[in-house]
């Protein structure tokens, strides 16, 4: 699903087509899951008639700043979520499959934004599309203080913590270090490759316990959070300018033959890439640099049903298991998603929130 880099190339497409534009009119498409709290002619009549004055970012949710009076839309991709330009292609995640095309309008469109700028009269048109319908549309009157982003950890861009705090939040916890990477009430915006690119960095084992983590695994992994993060923005998400020695260009052959050139180690030879699985997603790791220190078992916990998350449903804060989120659900089978009504928001632990700034910008 797309993660903190893609969502902030998206902010930034937003940003070089509509910004100082007016929505003169928007076209929506019902879908009483999707538009979240709202339905989609609210959605369009709210917005309707005002200009767009900024876009911003937190974790894996972003919102338009509109004048005049009224709430503003906060959106979140899921895993399938994604914009497009008219006249240009859709902004893919990881890459565009070779189906991808300009037609106009897209197929799974969910709302298209007709914008005019007043002074050139130039229009543009700008489509959310969503084909597994796990995004989020929704309206808020204060998003930065509203959940869902109000329940949200820490962004590694935006309100990363002092390695102190870091280190405070994580050791405490006794669950594998994958799976808290992966709780969005801890670190919004780290999905599952930006979480194993940051632990291939660190040189730690994805199924490490964290109250087992050493002092420097610690200070590795708050150093790497900020710079995996920091790189992938740096080149608007593209992952052809990714350095080469990044696991994501390697990560994604599982089971798969390649010419592609493989992964060196720092010695040089050839790094062996293996998959586990951990918090509910496929991880991968290099056998050699990240190895499993020897730990002691978990704490036994009474077996419980798994929950899908929901905006007034929150979860255990000591819980060794990180709530659902929309990437999780890939690894769900099929029935149970029939059976649930599935929210892609995240429940929060609430002494994590006193270390997000007030401010996001």
Known sequence: ?????????????????????????????????????TTHQDFASEITGRNIIGVKRYGKSFYLELDGQGK??????????????????????????????????????????????????????????????????????????????????????????TLEIFESLMVKRSCPIKALLLDQSFSAGVGNWVADEILY???VHPE????????????????????VCETAVSVDADDTKFPEDWLFKHRWGKGKKT??????????????IQWVTVGGRTSAYVVELQQLANQAPAPSVKK???????????????????????????????????RKKIDGTRTSHSKSQRFRKQNTN
């Open 72 to 161: 503003l839309p906060v959106l979140h991709f899921g895993m399938t979520g994604m914009l497009q330009v008219k006249g240009e292609k859709a902004m893919y995640y990881k890459e565009a499959p070779k189906s991808a095309t300009t037609d106009w309008p897209p197929r799974f469109m969910k709302f298209i934004l007709h914008l005019r700028d007043e002074s050139t009269r130039e229009t543009a048109e700008i489509a959310f599309m969503d084909a597994r319908r796990l995004g989020r549309i929704r309206l808020r009157d204060s998003p930065a203080t509203e959940a869902p982003i109000s329940e949200l950890g820490f962004d590694p861009i935006l309100s990363m913590p």
């Open 304 to 338: 419980r049903s798994t929950r899908l998350s929901s905006p007034d449903v929150h979860g255990d804060s000591e819980s060794d298991l990180p709530v659902l989120t929309d990437s999780d659900l890939e690894v769900l089978p099929s029935s149970s998603r029939k």
């Open 201 to 203: 960095h660190s040189r």
């Open 208 to 227: 490490q316990r964290c109250n087992t983590l050493t002092t420097t695994q610690v200070g590795e992994l708050h150093r790497c959070t900020k710079f």
């Open 1 to 37: 699903m797309p993660e903190l880099p893609e969502v902030e190339r998206a902010v930034k497409q937003i940003k070089r087509i509509g910004l100082n534009k007016i929505i003169e009119s928007v076209e929506t498409t019902e879908d009483n899951i999707v538009f979240s709290d």
């Open 259 to 272: 010419k592609a050139e493989p992964l060196r180690l720092p010695s040089g030879q050839p790094a062996t």
